[in-house]
Every structure is written in C-alpha cells, then in structure tokens.
C-alpha cells in the first residue's frame, strides 16, 4: 500500500498546460467542439536502449515497475546509414503500406508517433489495431512516443494552417528532435529517419535537414529491399488531383460527408451496404429502412466506385428509370477483357459494356410492365470502405510481353477469385514471377480517373490449382484465422499436458459441486472419423415409468477461463472451420480433441442437462448439472444403426439407444406440428484416397435415424439452456434467432411454381410454408421437393447470435426450428457462443459467479458481432473447400448426370446436379457454335433457342448434363463445367 | 482525435499526458464577490465552478427553494446546509439542459450538504441556514469534487467555524471493468473522458486526517481493485487540502498587505474554535 503513496514530485503550479481543440460532429450531424488540456511533461522517455539519460526519468507503474526501454542498442543499418538507424512512419505511409511494416524481413526499430497513432484511429480502426499489435511484438521493438505531451516536441496550429499540416509538421519536429536527443548519447548514435510517401511533408524535411525517405527510396537502401518494392504503393500528392482537366474525370464526384448526413438526416439519401449481384458485375443493390425491397444499382456510372460491402449513401432515381433486375448474366471478365491495364479509356463505359448495356435497356423497354420495375439508385458517396485484402491472379491477358520478362515495373490486372470484386490495377516489377500464381493484394484507392481501383501486391501464396496455396487462398478470402496458435494461447493449457485426468479423490477443488455421473450408461454418436466429441448421451426407465434422459457436454468453460489469451483467441477466431481435408481449430488440440472431448472409457468432466420424460416425451423436469461422466462407446451414426437395427443385440446400452430414439422420434415430431421448418441443402461427402489424400469420389450423405436422434436432443438442450439462461439474466443472455423472411423474398418462387407447377406456396408463417412446402412434389420426380426445399431456404434470412437486452421477446423466435428462444450450447469446442452459454448457465446455477465479461451488454454484442461473421465465413469456406474438392475429383473425368434448372437468365441458366450438389451456369455461347439465338419469355421462365441449335429449356426442368472439370479463367479455379446434353 | 484511455498500457500516459498519480491544475480564489458572505472560485482542469455562501441565518417566513438535507431543519438544535446546483447548459458539450428537479442534481446537493455538515459546526447556529449556491460553468469530469472544494473555500471565506477542510478529489482505475485486469494501475482524477470510460469513483477526506468524509461510487468495478483506488484518491485528497489551504494563506496575506485586515490579527493567529 505504501508504494500507492508517492509524493507529488513536480510542482503542480509549474506544469506546462495547453489546450488543444478538437471538432467533432456526432451521429446525428451535430458539430461539437471540444477543448480539452494537455499537461507537457519532459519525463517521456526516447526509449532507445542507448540513452542513460532517459533511462533515470523511466516512467513507473502504480507497482513501482519501470516500462521497458524498446528500441535496440545495435539497430539494422542500411546503405546510407551504416551506423545504424530507427525510423518514424508518418500516417500516410502506415495507412498505405501496413503491410510492409509486418514484414519480418525489415522494418525493426520503429518510433511510432502519437500523432501518427491518432490520425491512424481516425482513418481506420482495423489498421489501428493492427498497428496497436505491432507495438506489443517483442520481436518488431515499436515504439510509442507521445510526442504530443512531450514539451519538446509538442507544436501548436498555426493560424491558417490546416490539422494535416499541422500533424506533419509534429512529426518532422519530432525526427528532428530525436535526432538531436541521440546524437548526445555518443558520436556514431543511430540515425533517426522519417518515412512519408507525400511529396510535401518530404520536401520540407528536406528543407529543414532532417533525413527523410519515400518508402519506396527507403526501401530501395535495404539488403534485397526489390522484393518489397511491389508492396509500396505510390507517392501521394494531395492536390494532384484538382490538377487534372474536368473531361478527365471518368466517375461523378463522391458528396462530402457532411453534406450525406443532411441528405440522410432529410430522407434525401439513403444509407446501406453495398451488394454485387453473383452473377452480373454491372449490378449491384442496396437495402435502406425506406424501402421495403431493395434498391437496384444499375451500371458503373451508378456504381460510381462502390466496392461490394462498403457503406455507401444513395439517392434514389426518377421512376421513369425504376427497372427490373436484370435477366441476363454479364461477367465482367467476358466483358472487359481487353482493356489495357497501362491505358485508361477517357470514357468511362467501353464500347462492349454499351452493347450489353443496351441489348438490356431495350428488352426492358419492351417489357416493362406495371409492378415488375423496381426503384432504382445511383451512388453519391462512400462512408466508409469495406476494403480488405484479396486473393486473385495477374490476368495473362492484361500483361505486356516485355513485362513477362523485365524487371521493369508495369501494369497488370489482377482478377480477385471473389467474382463481386471488379479486377484491380497492380504496379509491380515481377510480373515473370507472379504469373500462375494465387497471390494476396490490396485495393490502394479509387480515383475519378481510373476506371478500376488500383491496388498492390502484399504477397504470393504459391502456384495457381496447388493444394496448398488453393487452402490458404480460402482461408484468406473467407478470413479464417488459420495460423498456430501462439506461445500465450498455449501457456493456458493445463500443466499435466495429455495426462491430465478427472482428480481421483472427490475432495479435490475440481469435483467442487460436481455429480458424480460414472455409472450412467452414456455414449456418443457422431460421424465416423470426429475425434472432437461435444456431447453424450443416456437414457434409463424410472420406476414410476417416466425416463430420465441426460445430454452431457464437454466441460470447456472448465479449463478455458474468461479473458484469457487463449479465451480471447477463441473469441476472435469464433468456431473451427471444416474444410474437406482439414479442420481449423477454435481451440488447442489437447483441449477439443482430448481433454474435453468425451472420449470412451474415460472419465471427463461434463455440463449436463437432465430431463425426466414421460412416453410421450413431454418434459415432467429438468435440471443443470456440472459433473464427471464415463463414456461406455463412441459410436459412429452407422454403428450406432445397425446395433439399434440388430434385434439380437439386447444388452442394456443398445436399449438405451432404442428408448433414446423412440424419444427422438416424438420430439421431432412436436416440432414438426409446431411448425418447424425442414430445409435441406445437399450434403457431400468427398472420398479421399487415404495414402495421398486426394479426392476419388463424391457421394451425397445418406441420412440415418440416428442423425435425427442427436440432433433432436441437441436442440432440446439448447431450447432448455436458453429458457434458463433469459431468466437469469433477462438483458445479458446470449441467445440465437432466426427472424421470419420478409414476404416479399419468397414472391419470386412463389411466382415461378403457380406459373410452372401450379402449386401455391403460402408464407403467412413457418407452419403454413413448411405445409405448402410438403405439397409440393411432384409425383413423376422425387427431388423436386428437395430442389424447392433448397430454393425456399436460399429465400431466408440467416439465423444470428444475439444479446437478450438488445431484442424484444418475440424477436427471439427461432424461425427455422418454431421455438420461442433458442441459444448454442451443445458444441463449446468448436463454437464461441456455445461457451458464453456455458459460462452463463453456470452462473445461473450459482455453480461460480457471475464473470464480468459473460455479463457486460457491450462486451456481448461485440462477440456477438463476430460470431456471427466468423460463422457464415466458417460455412462459406466449408462449402468452397467442398467445390474445390469436387472440381479435383472430376479432373479428367467426364460424366453424364441429370440435372435440374434452378434458376434462368435471357443468356442462359443455372443447372444443379444432386449427386455432387454443385449447381453452374450453361450460358447460350456453351451451347453450340456460333452462339445460338435465343428467345427469353420472362413470364414463363421459358429460354428458347434457335440457329444453331434448337433447344427449350424451362425452370425446375429435368436435364441432362455432362460434367466435367475445367479451370476458371476468370477467377483461376478449377470447377466443374457443365453441358447440356439434352432436354429429355 | 485523441486515443481513448486504452492506450494507457503503451506509454503509462494518460490520454491528457498526465501519469497515473498526477492531479490536474487546479486553480481557485476565494472572496470572488464581495456582496456574498463567502463567495469562492475553482477550477480543476477545465471543470469550473463558483460558489456562493449566505449565512448563517435565521430563517425568515419563507425559507430557501431547494434544501440538501444536511444537518437539520429550521427548528432543529443545528444549523441547516441548504445546497443549490445550477449546472450551466454551456457547461458540457452536448448542452443538455437540466431542470431543478434533475435527480442527479438533488443527489449531488445532498451529498455535499451531508458533507460540509460533517466539518461545519452547524450546533452552534440553531434555527438558522446556511444558504450554499454552486454554480457549474464548465464540466470535464470530477464534478462532486470540485462542487464540494469550491463549497469548502466559500465556507471558509464566509468564515463560518469548521473542524478543518473538506478537500475532495477523484480517483479510478486504467482499465474497464469488463477487461478484469488484475495489474490495472489506479488513476487519480479523472477528466471527463476517463469517466467515461473507466471505473471510478469520488472521495473526499476531513482536514490531514484519513477520515472519509465522502465516498461514492457509481460505477462497476472488482473488489480487488478498490483498495488501490481509495488509497490513491485518499493520497489526492491531501494535495488538494494543501492547495486549498495555500489559496487561503495567500488570500489572507494579501488582505492583511492590503489592510483589509488589522494586523496582528493573523491568520495563524485566527482561533477556529
Ligand atoms: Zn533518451
């Protein structure tokens, strides 16, 4: 307590204080002005491990400890600073070029400046955050100086200079007086160099002497600096771009931000996230709170920049311009394959966009009919970008011959695997190099005068089509934190290691509370092969003739502890990914495939849910229980089968399993009559060879009884723990729902079966849809009910992760599954939220208090933010592994399959094939050659052809296809291509 | 814009530059307006805050609007503390305006009544009031305290007798509650945005002694880490005591250069009892 007692050293009168001033608008358009003091100190030390003198004013904790000096005694030179030097980014070179200051390869030593620091945080919190970790790395020793309360260095606007210059101005300032401040240290003290890609701030630190460098100059000093050369992007001049003539300018000018508040505030504009059509990159639609459908974005001009993603504000046109979607496919790589990269066309639409573009306006002209058109935008401006890094390959067509082999910079374009992403222009010197390769990129910036964003290279992940960079390539687009886990992450993991075992003496703190469930007869199902087992099961006869059933989970908030590094990893990463040959953890190894994995005949802590069931699986009771439990089996869904099918098999676990089915059988039953939907989406299974692992044969998944089993009392314990986690923490519970779709989305199919089938498909609520839904079928083809079931589910909203407080009661509902409320907690090793729910539930039970972080609204909605995208990344990533997969298993082969037609264009139509669940686009031009004409009947769904080849093809058609496997030239993946073989 | 107040861990700077137990300026005059009884002015960083005292009274036919609460009514052995707050809308930047009836307001007065009733020898004023108005010009964090130095300075201005000084200061800790970071350093006054961000709580102490004459607490925060608050804001309560009582020495001097006051009646001399 002493230590806590400092004396207050200085004298409180002699501080050196100044105000700042800083302008702040808020949500709702409001300018505020804030002043705020600042106290000027001298004890800010420069941190360099040279300095004694800095070394005595150390700052020092509430504990007395003293912060580590950061900057190295022997820092790396380079060709002009021998003696060695450390450098100052200024904001502009960390805002473009992130990526070269994570590099290992170079840049150690590094002073980031507060200034610097701030102007970051207001640009962009991911590169905030980003640069926050840099400076916590040991190995990359960043420095943050707090030039702004160092006396010093700290500098005043002067009256008429604007805050950029006044910022750039702190920061040579602070070069300069770092440089002074070592050179005391000794004769040959390292260099202290600033670093800038705008032309202005270096051309006055030239002035005044301080050394300063262009990232690409600098870079250029370093030992095999070339490599990086590519990841730098361009000297930035801010005026440059009044400079150029008006007729230049290829795009409309993006609003002010204030002026898109008025507009938004006004109902003038609308704001919303930008979203590209898959299949027509011209293409794009917003949702805004005005509108009840959403808004079409049609043509570049329209688009005005916008990238699929961003936050953009729109206004909506004229209703002489509402139009209907779009019936035809436009790909942006048949469309704009010859343009040059190096030359920018002075109009902004190529002549082969205006063809297409007109070929659309007319046939809607003629179309037109009242009702269909919908409302129509254009974009005024960008809130905020949702760029991110991405995966693609230098188009072959857009380089030179004389860059295949210089080393000359040029440039190229890149086409991003994400087909909503328009190809980005890239300046780079190794094209030879890069070529055929899956490399990562980023969009720089987007100017008026280029008709495509330009971008730079960060890094090559391997040869195009290989099985490894093809699996980082997707964990990269889908965001998928697949690196190992760090030393922190592991330091959480219990000391004993895979010996740790359920403590044999029940007084030992870990049976704290604890039931001691060993003698149940619990086993698990699950699919061959799962080493993580989640969950367990029993069943036994009461005697009063009721059953007791149990689902037991793994115990994981047992050995992950909130808020810690391995908590806070898991948090971030979300779930574990599955991908076709490989599973990317959320948690340790040792953890989700031992330690809390309820393997077989061993004893392991479990949370278990306990019901009392009559016959008729109506719940008499129930109750949550921590305890320790001793799998007899674990059995795969197959084994699990033919012991409940074997009549000879009498002993007392089978029959537990078969009273445990009967159970199911009810239970799901209820559900249905309530109203559950049953949506199906084809599951695949790839067949791998097992010695090389390369993919043989796909198979659908064959459904057994006892799927149906688990997954019925799976969601029972999740119904059960999300009743009892709302009552004991009515605003803080972490629940999930699934929200009823919007009428409207199902209007399109409902259209199609009355026009096509005539069947009618009500959507008044889920139990009416999954009633409809079971009508139709046709009698002559059995998948045409699963081919509808796959349509309508596409038709949903997708079910989220949510915070009780922020949602009324019936909001909860689960739409899918017809319950009141619905949370995840049956699978804590591979997902987040079912953790949270874990903590939560013990809370409830007073089994430990309640942590902070399972309680704090804001901290909750944070995770819930994330899990959610980590979740929908998680199953995109999983279904394009599976795609990849597939594509590898047909290479060469060629097979002839019936499919469906799920969807048609005036240009062609998307063909799914059951067997392999992979659905592709036969567009006219794949039909014969010369292009066939054709004849779309938009009220029919009818595609009729002519000329060259004479073919019908009608939506849900039955087809005949030939599959074979071809590799993408647009996107640099091989997939499957389809042929149409014949109409039947 | 400035960082928020997670950037603590990188520097151990606070995100106006101060260290973890440094107070902010604090600047005050007492006898700012010669009309009142006692009359004080205070700023601690850029909270600023007048007080005036009236008093002690005996009560008229009708007695003052808003009462604190403290020491006792009209009729009672003791002298009432009667409390008014006027927060000034310019006071903040979102120019809320907050009417006489704002709970907040009726809290505050009842606190810092309960508090100078603590120092002031309100026995030896039966029947009577003493009329305590504050007036809030500016707010950056730290509220109560300031409210209730300035009230303090005013007292001592109106020279109603007082056990000692009631000095006030803030203090809170460099981490959320949720965070739960058991190495959080604790914080000694806090401005606004720190407030804001961070647990915190308010605490004032009677003259050189460790007893607390205040304490309040508003704000989440683990057990653990209170102790290490209350020493450091108990800390901060005698540096302000120090700073009140050279403001007071020094006005006192001032007076007696002036001849305000007759020589040889001193300030050290001046019995307070
Ligand atoms: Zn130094």
Redo the contacts between chains.
């Keep these: 307590m002493a230590s806590l007692k400092r004396s207050f050293e200085s004298d409180p009168f002699a501080q050196n204080i100044s105000s700042k001033v800083y302008v702040r608008s808020t949500k709702s358009g409001k300018v505020q002005k804030i002043v705020r003091e600042v106290y000027l100190r001298q004890d800010i030390p420069c941190s360099s491990k040279l300095c004694n003198a800095c070394l005595k004013i150390a700052p020092r904790d509430a504990a007395n400890r003293p912060i580590p000096f950061v900057l190295s005694e022997k820092p790396a030179g380079t060709s002009v600073f021998t003696q060695g030097h450390y450098i100052v980014p200024d904001t502009n070179a960390f805002l473009s070029a992130m990526d070269l200051f994570e590099q290992s390869s170079a840049f150690y030593d590094v002073i980031v400046l507060q200034v610097v620091l701030e102007e970051v945080r207001a640009r962009s919190l991911p590169l905030y955050n980003r640069l926050v970790s840099l400076t916590k790395s040991e190995d990359k020793r960043f420095y943050v100086f707090f030039n702004e309360f160092r006396l010093e260095t700290y500098v005043t606007r002067e009256e008429n200079e604007s805050v950029n210059d006044r910022n750039d101005r702190a920061v040579r300032k602070a070069v300069k007086w770092y440089n002074e401040h070592l050179s005391k240290t000794s004769k040959k003290a390292p260099a202290v160099v600033m670093l800038s890609n705008d032309r202005d701030n270096l051309r006055k630190a030239k002035e005044d002497d301080i050394p300063a460098y262009s990232l690409a100059n600098y870079v250029s000093q370093l030992k095999d600096g070339e490599q990086l050369l590519d990841m730098i992007p361009e000297l930035e001049e801010r005026d440059a771009l009044i400079e150029k003539k008006p007729g230049q300018f290829l795009y409309p000018e993006h609003y002010t931000l204030s002026k898109m508040n008025t507009g938004v505030k006004n109902g003038l504009l609308h704001q919303g996230i930008f979203n590209v059509s898959p299949y027509n990159y011209l293409e794009g639609s917003i949702r805004v709170p005005a509108f009840p459908k959403a808004l079409l974005i049609l043509g570049r001009e329209n688009i005005n920049r916008a990238v699929d993603g961003d936050l953009v504000v729109v206004e909506v046109l004229p209703k002489d311009q509402w139009k209907q979607p779009s019936t035809q496919v436009i790909e942006e790589e048949a469309v704009t394959m010859n343009e040059n990269p190096t030359e920018e066309g002075s109009d902004l639409i190529s002549e082969k966009e205006r063809k297409v573009l007109q070929e659309e306006a007319k046939r809607t002209l003629a179309k037109t009919t009242e009702g269909h058109a919908l409302p129509t935008a254009k974009v005024v401006g960008v809130i905020k970008r949702n760029w991110r890094q991405y995966v693609g390959h230098i188009d072959q067509s857009s380089v030179s011959s004389s860059a295949a082999q210089g080393r000359k910079q040029d440039s190229v374009f890149v086409i991003p695997m994400d087909k909503k992403i328009p190809k980005i222009r890239l300046r780079t010197r190794q094209v030879a190099e890069l070529l055929g390769k899956r490399i990562l990129v980023t969009i720089d910036a987007w100017d008026r005068t280029s008709r495509h964003p330009t971008g730079h290279f960060v890094r090559s992940l391997g040869e195009l089509e290989t099985k490894a960079a093809e699996t980082e390539a997707l964990l990269l687009e889908y965001d998928v934190q697949y690196r190992p886990f760090p030393k922190t992450v592991l330091d959480c993991l219990p000391k004993e290691g895979h010996d740790w075992k359920v403590p044999a003496s029940m007084d030992d703190p870990g049976w704290r509370d604890r039931q001691d469930l060993r003698d149940l007869l619990i086993c698990s199902i699950d699919p061959i092969g799962c080493q993580d087992i989640d969950d367990a099961l029993h069943a036994r006869a009461l005697p009063n003739g009721n059953f007791e059933v149990g689902v037991h989970i793994a115990d994981v908030s047992h050995f992950v502890k909130p808020n810690n590094a391995m908590d806070t990893e898991a948090s971030i990463r979300g779930t574990t990914v599955y991908l076709v040959d490989k599973r990317i953890d959320m948690l340790p190894m040792l953890l989700g495939t031992d330690l809390c994995s309820l393997k077989p005949y061993v004893e392991r802590y479990a949370f278990s849910v306990i019901w009392e069931m009559n016959s008729n699986a109506d719940i008499v009771g129930s109750r949550f229980t921590k305890s320790v439990i001793k799998s007899r089996e674990a059995f795969s869904y197959e084994q699990a089968q033919l012991r409940i099918d074997d009549a000879s098999q009498q002993d007392e676990l089978t029959n537990s399993i078969r009273t445990l089915l009967e159970l199911s059988k009810k239970l799901k039953q209820k559900r249905l009559d309530a109203g559950a939907l049953s949506l199906s989406s084809p599951e695949i299974k790839v067949h791998m060879e097992s010695e090389t692992s390369d993919p043989i044969d796909v198979k659908t998944k064959e459904h057994l009884p006892t799927m149906s089993l688990v997954e019925e009392f799976m969601l029972l314990a999740n119904t059960s723990v999300a009743a009892k986690i709302y009552e004991a923490f009515p605003q803080t519970a972490i629940l999930r729902r699934h929200a009823a779709p919007p009428k409207t989305n199902f209007d399109e199919l409902a259209n199609q079966l009355r026009v096509k089938k005539g069947l009618d498909l009500s959507v008044e609520s889920s139990r009416a849809l999954a009633d409809s839904l079971d009508l139709c079928v046709d009698p002559k083809e059995p998948f045409f009910n699963t081919l509808i079931r796959i349509m309508a589910t596409r038709c949903m909203m997708s079910a989220e992760y949510f915070c009780s407080g922020t949602q009324s009661y019936p909001e909860f509902r689960h739409y899918g599954l017809a319950s009141e409320i619905y949370t995840h907690f049956t699978s804590p090793i591979r997902r987040y939220a079912d953790l949270v729910a874990h903590r939560q539930l013990a809370a409830a039970i007073e089994y430990e208090a309640v942590h902070p972080a399972v309680r704090s609204r804001g901290r909750l909605e944070a995770v819930c933010k994330n899990i959610n995208v980590r979740h929908r990344n998680a199953q995109l990533a999983g279904r394009a592994s599976i795609a990849y997969y597939v594509g590898q298993a047909l290479r060469g082969k060629a097979t002839e399959e019936d499919g469906f037609v799920m969807k048609i264009f005036s240009n062609g139509f998307v063909v799914l094939v059951p067997k392999f669940g992979i659905e592709s686009l036969i567009r006219l031009r794949d039909l014969a050659e010369p292009e066939p004409a054709a004849t779309y009947d938009a009220e029919t769904y009818t595609l009729t052809t002519s000329g060259s080849r004479e073919v019908k093809v009608e939506l849900f058609q039955k087809v005949r296809v030939r599959v074979t496997d071809q590799k993408d030239e647009t996107t640099g993946k091989r997939g499957v291509k389809m042929e149409l073989v014949s109409t039947y | ?3 928020d107040t997670s ?1 603590y861990s ?4 606070r995100v ?11 600047h005050a005059q007492i006898r700012t307006q010669a009309a009142a009884d006692g009359s004080s002015y205070l700023e601690m ?2 909270t600023k805050v007048m007080c005036v005292v009236n008093g002690p009274s005996e009560p008229g036919p009708r007695r003052g609007a808003t009462s604190g609460g403290g020491g006792g009514g009209g009729q009672s052995k003791n002298a009432e503390v009667a409390v008014n707050i006027v927060i000034a809308g310019f006071s903040s ?2 120019r809320k305006r907050r009417g006489r009836g704002d709970k907040h307001i009726l809290e505050l007065q009842s606190t810092i009544s309960q508090a100078l009733a603590a120092s002031l020898h309100t026995h030896l004023f039966p029947h009577s009031t003493i009329n305590i108005s504050l007036h809030v010009l500016s707010q ?1 964090g730290s509220l109560l305290a300031a409210l209730i130095n300035a009230a303090t300075l005013a007292c001592v201005d109106a020279g109603i007798p007082m056990t000692d000084y009631v000095a006030a200061c803030t203090a809170g800790s460099t981490s959320t ?4 970071d058991e ?1 959080a ?2 914080l000694l006054d806090m ?1 606004h ?1 720190e407030e804001q961000e961070l647990p915190g709580l308010t605490v004032a102490t009677l003259g050189d002694s460790d007893r607390v004459a205040v304490l309040v607490c508003e704000s ?1 925060v ?1 057990v653990s880490r209170l ?2 608050m209350l ?2 804001g108990v ?1 901060g309560c005698k ?1 302000v005591r120090e ?1 009140l009582d050279r403001v007071v020495r020094e006005k006192g001097i001032k007076m007696i250069q002036e001849g305000t006051v007759e020589r040889g009646v001193g300030l050290n001399d001046m019995e307070l009892d």
């Excluded at chain 2, 509650?177 to 739960?180: G, L, P, S, T």
Aim: aromatic share 4%; no cysteine; proline share 5%.
């Design positions: 814009m400035p960082l950037a990188l520097a151990l700077l106006d530059g101060r260290r973890w137990n440094e107070l902010r300026r604090i960083g850029h930047v979102d950056d509650y949720a965070a739960n190495g350093d604790p401005n945005q989440r683990q102790e290490g020493a450091v800390d540096q700073i």
